[in-house]
């Protein structure tokens, strides 16, 4: 009755197999990995009707809502302004084009408007009421055929061609129809379903693309169009009623303009291919279908082994040609792993069972060995001697002879002390013919193939070298000597020759350290994946390039020890929900990032167009106080944005490069006036850098204070000062030595004349002391006249020298106490008038002396000659003018007979000396007035008010 069961089952499950076989599935149409832009990332409008790409690498956008400038990541908008010359004709831009002049012509449906980038202007072209439409989009077509600007209809039922003498687009004549540009008869040449006109565009691979109400593509050297997928990812699928433009930029992006929105893909750059095994055809969704290991027969199948769906059968191409599904009863629910043996039969390991498939796949059977009771084989192995070794869930190894089906087992517990070892993650063959084994809890088993023996257990306790975890996941063969072995902790490199294990994490530069998958392409490449990322290390290097969404990886969730690679080099890759294909030489091209644009220049947040009438032949020029700016740059790199970082350097300020990482923009402060060279690069994740540094050239402005010519007046100004320092030192120094001159001219002439005199009446009292004492008193008088005479002139030279006594207010004591010694002797009365406001004026040394000896010379004369009973002295200050005024009411003299005098002539002179004037005025019984006025030049003097 058991016989017959299984029997039954096989019989139900050998007839599903060939209804599989038959029924064979189309190859899998080319799909795409679509970007989106929206309104949500900044387009005006969700209606595109227009794509172009300048010169620079701009993207621009013409909408039904004006036109936009894209950078990668910024929008520019330009809105038509009824009132503003300098703007668009009209916010729907139907066409787009830039000749060879740089100007980008922009047509709408009643206006053409031509936008010059160097000067940032706007100049709207006149269109003849015949050519102006009802505002429908699409209606017009601009190209331009040897160097004529020509003006279409999509029907060619309106032509005009551009006059630049008139600066308008004027109709076209019958001799200048064959101007306009032949296009390619591929839109007659075909029937493509819609009702409405598709436009085509042909890219530089040879390739036609075609867009209306459906999508499609002529590849080059074939003669059919076939339908483009739409994608069966809702974020990354094409959605649209209608495409409205298509178009290829520089690096080779196919952009889309669609009434959602626009959409760019990049079919040279997508190297890696999805094949999906599990699909929900009413949700149009993928579904979850973990891939669990790959097979490559010797006639070149692929077999694909999964968790949910059995096994799949595919050609080289990837078309499926057969499946083998579970059954009601559950036959081979779990493939979790695919092995061909010598004979070429196909051996599937399941949950309980095994799978023998052979006669190219025609008969199948099941086996249920005792051995294998809740036991999942999850990876099996086929030695030299055609031996297929398979490892469980459960620790278990098995060595199975495919020939005999005799299955032994071998429990690696029972040699590790009962420890639990977790699942099989891995069974490699070694030179020696030794067995190495990767567990998810105790680690690297190595073993001997005939006795079963372990050889070497390596784990965290191994020494001198340990791993770093026991929970290893994948493990390959670097060499024939040394293993790459994954734990959650990192990458170990394991040579086992001399017992050494070196460690590979994060701190060196891994993606992660969990890897999941480890595939060796070459040697200098390993491919390893986390449990989202996919990457390429560079066992040179030891640098990692990531690969993601716009290299063609849309579901990246990896499953588990699934890399594989086919005889032809290709690799294959597990995930969630089918698994990745891809060549890894289609990773070696080198590839530049593009040179990188100045898209921007910002003074204090406030943008300044950068622009050709801005720039000048040595720069961007800047005022002083323009010293805190921002630098916004791109490489203009759409599709592979995402793996290129920038870094700047600003000369004259940053000694090295600086790191931008992926930000577009470097900004400065407070910089000094001078000559500055920004430079900047883009580089890859793998270290390329760009061909060429952009540099850009600034020229700061000194502030007028750091200037050639304000430092040169500054310095005049200091010799000026310094030398007229040193002059008034010297002048100091001068008069000084007159100083000096004077006291002793002085005492030369007053006090050595009066000494002389004085000595000769010693002499001359000695002579008559005895003889004449009469004679000889009066030559005592005498000598104490003159003794006197001689104290009082040193008396006045020395407090004319002395600097406490500079002030007016001193002069007047002083000229007070003479008045009184030399008049009161004669019964003279006085008085004295003086302005409040000398009290606050000091007057120099020589000044002060002669003013004071003019003074003491005219009391001299009145106390000797003037036998007056009244004196007034009078001194004041009027418009920095010092006055001096002495009258009496004496007998009065001859002014003209009396200038020969000394007295006269000595106050004459020393009024002349400081730049002033005396006046004497008297006459015979008339009294005599001094009038002494002298400048105060130089000196401060603010008037006092009492």
């Not at 085509?200 to 080059?220: H, L, M, P, R």
């Not at 073993?447 to 996941?473: C, F, I, Q, W």
């Amino acid at each position: 009755m058991q016989k017959f069961k299984t029997t039954f089952i096989w019989t139900i499950a050998v007839a599903g197999i060939l209804f599989a076989n038959f029924r064979g599935v189309s190859a899998q149409s080319r799909s795409y990995v679509y970007q989106h832009l929206d309104r949500e990332d900044g387009l005006a409008s969700s209606i595109v009707l227009a794509i172009l790409q300048d010169r620079e690498g701009y993207m621009w956008f013409g909408t039904d809502n004006g036109l936009q400038r894209y950078d990668g990541r910024k929008f520019t908008h330009y809105r038509h302004q009824s009132h503003n010359p300098n703007s668009l004709g009209s916010d729907i831009i139907e066409a787009l084009l830039q000749d060879t002049k740089g100007n980008i012509w922009i047509v709408s449906p009643t206006s053409i408007t031509r936008f010059s980038p160097g000067q940032n202007t706007f100049t709207r072209i006149p269109v003849l009421a015949q050519f102006k439409t009802n505002g429908l989009p699409r209606q017009w077509q601009l190209q331009e055929c040897n160097s004529n600007l020509l003006l279409s209809s999509q029907d060619g039922s309106a032509r005009a061609i551009f006059n630049s003498a008139k600066q308008a687009f004027l109709p076209v004549t019958a001799t200048e129809h064959n101007l306009f540009c032949t296009p390619a008869p591929v839109n007659n040449a075909v029937s493509l379903p819609g009702n409405e006109q598709y436009n085509f565009y042909k890219d530089k691979q040879g390739n036609t693309w075609a867009g209306a109400e459906q999508f499609w593509v002529q590849y080059a050297g074939t003669a059919t169009f076939q339908r483009v997928p739409p994608g069966n990812l809702a974020r990354y699928s094409l959605i649209y009623n209608h495409i409205y433009s298509i178009t290829q930029n520089k690096e080779g992006t196919i952009w889309l303009g669609t009434d959602k929105g626009i959409y760019y893909f990049n079919p040279e750059k997508q190297r890696f291919f999805t094949v999906t095994t599990a699909f929900d055809s009413e949700k149009n969704t993928p579904e979850s279908d973990a891939v669990s290991g790959f097979l490559e027969t010797i006639t070149g199948e692929i077999w694909v082994s999964s968790v949910n769906k059995g096994l799949r059968v595919y050609n080289q191409q990837f078309k499926l040609l057969r499946t083998y599904q579970p059954s009601p009863k559950g036959f081979i629910q779990q493939a979790s792993c695919v092995i061909e043996d010598r004979r070429h039969q196909v051996w599937a390991g399941g949950n309980g069972m095994l799978l023998q498939i052979k006669n190219a796949g025609i008969s199948a059977k099941p086996f249920r060995f005792p051995l294998l009771k809740n036991q999942v084989m999850v990876k099996a192995a086929l030695d030299s001697s055609g031996i297929i070794w398979w490892g469980t869930n459960t620790g278990l190894l098995i060595r199975h002879n495919p020939t005999t089906n005799q299955m032994t087992p071998l429990n690696l517990k029972n040699q590790t002390g009962g420890a639990d070892i977790g699942q099989i993650k891995r069974i490699l063959l070694g030179q020696d013919g030794s067995l190495w084994i990767a567990t998810s809890l105790n680690g690297v088993f190595r073993l001997n193939a005939l006795t079963g023996k372990v050889m070497d257990h390596y784990t965290t306790a191994t020494r001198p070298h340990g791993l770093l975890s026991n929970e290893t996941g994948e493990m390959i063969w670097l060499n024939d000597s040394t293993l790459v072995i994954s734990t959650n902790q990192g990458l170990h490199y394991l040579n086992f020759k001399n017992n050494n294990v070196t460690y590979l994490t994060t701190a060196n530069g891994l993606p992660a350290n969990a890897v999941l998958n480890l595939i060796k392409a070459s040697d200098k490449y390993l491919f390893l994946t986390t449990q989202f990322s996919l990457n390429r290390w560079n066992l040179q290097t030891k640098t990692a390039t990531g690969y993601g969404i716009r290299d063609g990886l849309v579901n990246e969730s990896y499953a588990f020890n699934t890399g594989y690679q086919l005889r032809d080099g290709r690799l294959l890759l597990g995930t969630l929900q089918g698994f990745y294909y891809f060549h890894p030489d289609s990773l070696n091209n080198i590839e530049l990032p593009p040179d990188v644009s100045i898209t921007g220049f910002r003074i204090f947040d406030r943008n300044l167009p950068v622009k050709e009438s801005t720039l000048r032949k040595d720069g961007l020029h800047l005022t002083y106080n323009q010293n805190f700016f921002t630098i916004e740059f791109a490489a203009l790199n759409y599709y592979d944005d995402g793996k290129i970082s920038y870094e700047y350097q600003l000369q004259g300020v940053d000694p090295a490069w600086r790191n931008a990482g992926s930000n577009r923009f470097a900004s400065y402060t407070n910089l000094n006036g001078g000559t500055y060279q920004f430079k900047v690069r883009a580089r890859l994740s793998d270290g390329t850098l760009s061909r060429q540094v952009t540099s850009f050239p600034l020229v700061i402005a000194q502030p007028f204070w750091k200037t050639w010519w304000f430092i040169c007046l500054i310095l005049l100004l200091l010799a000026a000062l310094g030398f007229g320092i040193y002059k008034l030192r010297i002048n100091r120094l001068l008069a000084l030595q007159q100083v000096r001159t004077r006291i002793a001219r002085d005492l030369h002439d007053d006090m050595g004349s009066t000494l002389s005199t004085i000595t000769i009446f010693s002499d001359m009292a000695k002579q008559q002391v005895l003889t004449n004492p009469a004679v000889t008193q009066n030559y005592l008088n005498k000598i104490s006249d003159y003794s006197h005479q001689m104290m009082t002139t040193m008396d006045d030279i020395v407090w004319s020298i002395n600097p406490h006594n500079d002030s007016l207010q001193n002069l007047t004591a002083r000229m007070r106490e003479v008045a009184t010694e030399l008049l009161e002797a004669k019964n003279i009365a006085f008085s004295i008038e003086t302005d409040a406001a000398l009290n606050t004026t000091r007057l120099p040394l020589e000044l002060r002396y002669d003013c004071f000896m003019i003074f003491k010379e005219a009391l001299n004369n009145i106390a000797k000659y003037a036998q007056c009973s009244q004196v007034w002295i009078n001194l004041s200050v009027t418009a920095n003018i010092f006055f001096l005024k002495i009258k009496d009411n004496g007998q009065g003299f001859d002014v003209s007979t009396a200038n020969s005098g000394n007295g006269l002539l000595n106050m004459q002179k020393r009024a002349q000396n400081r730049n002033g004037h005396i006046n004497i005025k008297s006459g015979m019984s008339q009294g005599t007035t001094i009038a002494l006025a002298v400048p105060l030049s130089g000196i401060n003097f603010k008037p006092t008010r009492v």
